[in-house]
């Protein structure tokens, strides 16, 4: 009862009434699974070295959508890492224009798939009237050939840290309940990964100009 208030606030005021707060486990969310159905879930979200697929941040939300949490990630990134990279590569689900607008503001190149427009006779990469110069640069930036070759690089790093996850750390069902042992979950996940690549590369320092948020 005491989390309901919460459940019912991330709905659109039409549906609030619909809430429902799962009895086993109160601060997770029901999101939509891989196979399409619905369960009670926790978001797991790392943000990965491209060069050596090292694990640079990890969070855990109840939150199904992953529209608020790119900021909140970069500022981690930083301060684990006491540096930010030259490119932060972002799955579309995270991308927002205040988003793009954060990281460029903090000097981060933003590489991002650009949303499809209602209208299509439009072309997403030519900038709107209304964009900041940074969404603008970033439209444009999309449609560059050297940009789809970075991005790339995304997917072939979330894979490789979210399949061992699931295959060889167990994450497929948590056996704890709560949001923050569901981020130690997470936690031991992370360092489990990331000091076997540093057993694999005998302690040499992972060196990389680029992110990836999954």
Sequence with gaps: MAELPAAQAAKPAAEQADARVSTTDATARVMQMADGGYRPAYNFEFATDTA?????????????????????????VQARTDRLPDDWLMD??????????TGTDKGVRILAPVPQ?????????????????AVAAWRV???????????????????????????RHGLLQLP??????????????????????????LGTPPVSSAATAT
């Design 52 to 76: 050596h697929r090292v694990i640079v941040g990890v969070d855990v939300t109840n939150a199904g959508r992953d529209k608020a949490e790119m900021a909140p990630m970069l500022d981690q």
């Design 92 to 101: 579309g689900g995270f991308v927002t224009l205040a988003a793009v607008n």
């Design 117 to 133: 427009p209602k209208d299509p006779t439009r072309d997403p990469t030519q900038p709107l009237a209304t964009d900041s110069p």
């Design 141 to 167: 930036r999309m449609a560059t050939a050297e940009a789809k070759a970075t991005y790339k690089l995304r997917a072939a790093t979330s894979e490789c840290v979210n399949a061992p996850a699931r295959s």
């Design 176 to 201: 704890v309940r709560g949001l923050r042992k569901a981020l130690a979950v997470a936690l031991w996940i992370a360092i489990t990964h990331d000091l076997l690549i540093w057993v694999r590369h």
